[in-house]
């Protein structure tokens, strides 16, 4: 994936709404785009591959899930390396209308339920 390929032809998918912001998710022919204001004024952008929509919604549908979860029954450290890619992953699937954010919690961690 180069640069000049993100962000070439993007689509608007539709916006996520997360603790502290709104999380806007563009869809481009490899990957979705994630992104947030900053709080210096600039962007935020994160990306997302676009096999990881289709894992989630295979492995987890019609289920509860946080990031960790995701993490360790997705079996894809390739797609969710880390918490921060298993999040934004999980807010494509919102801005996708395949999941929601539930007002639960599980400890401190968001509860998101797959459609």
């Known amino acids: 994936m180069t640069i000049r390929n ?5 689509q608007y998918v539709g916006k996520a709404e997360g603790d502290k912001r709104a999380y806007h998710v563009f869809s481009g022919s490899d990957a979705f785009l994630v992104v947030a204001p900053s709080t210096r004024g600039g962007l935020n952008v994160n990306v997302v591959d676009r096999r990881a ?15 960790k979860e995701l993490i360790k029954g997705a079996r894809r450290p390739d797609l969710f390396g880390d918490r921060f890619a298993a999040l934004n992953a999980l807010y494509v699937m919102v801005a996708l209308k395949q999941a929601r954010k539930l007002a639960e919690r599980d400890g401190r961690a968001m ?4 459609n």
């Not at 929509?53 to 990031?67: D, G, L, N, Q, S």
């Not at 509860?111 to 797959?114: G, P």
Request: proline share 0%; no cysteine; glycine share 0%.
């Open 6 to 10: 993100l962000f070439k032809d993007l």
């Open 53 to 67: 929509a289709e894992v989630i919604r295979r492995r987890f549908r019609r289920k509860r899930v946080t990031v």
């Open 111 to 114: 509860v998101f339920k797959m």
